[in-house]
């Protein structure tokens, strides 16, 4: 079966930096999705990797490997505005997207 | 907004009551797709429309029924609902049925754009 896991929750300090992992295992994969959900809105698109490897966009950055079905975010130089949900998506054959349960990073000051 | 409107944002209805939720998007998008997310679960995709065709039911009970009159528009009418049908209902829309492919990684090619989601309550 198709199947996505990622912690449930997550709590860190303003300032600091996390990593969210996820682990996937898909029919085929087409590529690895992260989303930025707050409260009561719409997800909104973080990051795409479909090659392994590091990308970085500004304070936030998403790693792919392909051969160990893994991925993480990266979150640097933590905001209080980052308390979220982070949703985890690949990409089967199909095209389709399958979804982890999220995973909700709390920041205490 | 992202591009992507819902309406409404609140509902609570009874188990008799009939009533639609409303899903928008003029990105230009080939496909919409509806989406059902309940606390500390999966997204779990409900139906999914290509050009205003529906190719994806994945075997959601008679009692929600998607209509798509356009490619901008898309609808999920209920009736008879039951209490565990309470959630957070999302209307998505991508550029091609899946998200796109290829090794495109722009998200305007790529992946889904969200609505802001509708919450039902029912009672």
């Known amino acids: 079966g198709q199947n996505i896991d990622q912690p449930t929750e997550m709590t860190a300090t303003e300032g600091a930096i996390v990593q969210i992992n996820c682990t996937y295992q898909?029919?085929?994969?087409?590529?690895l999705f992260w989303y930025q959900q707050h409260a009561g809105e719409a997800p909104t698109f973080l990051s795409y990797?479909?090659l392994d490897g590091l990308e970085e966009k500004g304070r936030f950055s998403s790693f792919l490997s392909r051969s160990k079905g893994y991925s993480y975010l990266l979150l640097k130089e933590l905001q209080m505005k980052d308390s979220a949900s982070y949703l985890c998506?690949?990409?089967?054959?199909?095209?389709?997207?399958?979804w982890g349960a999220g995973t909700k990073l709390i920041i205490k000051p | 907004e992202t591009g992507v409107t819902q309406t409404p944002r609140h509902l609570v209805m009874g188990m008799t009551n009939k009533k639609s939720l409303k899903c928008e998007q003029h990105l230009g998008h080939n496909a919409m797709y509806w989406y059902k997310q309940s606390a500390k679960k999966p997204l779990e995709l409900m139906f999914v429309y290509s050009l205003e065709e529906r190719v994806e039911n994945n075997s959601v009970p008679s009692r929600f029924s998607p209509e798509c009159p356009n490619s901008s528009h898309l609808f999920l009418h209920l009736h008879t609902l039951q209490p565990e049908d309470s959630a957070l209902y999302l209307c998505?829309?991508?550029?091609?049925?899946?998200?796109?492919?290829?090794?495109?990684?722009?998200?305007?090619?790529?992946?889904?754009?969200f609505g802001s989601g509708t919450r039902l309550t029912v009672v």
């Open positions: 998506a690949a990409m089967d054959s199909n095209y389709q997207l399958i």
């Open positions: 990797n479909v």
């Open positions: 898909t029919s085929g994969f087409n590529g």
């Open positions: 998505a829309s991508s550029l091609t049925p899946g998200g796109g492919q290829g090794l495109l990684m722009a998200q305007d090619n790529y992946g889904y754009t």
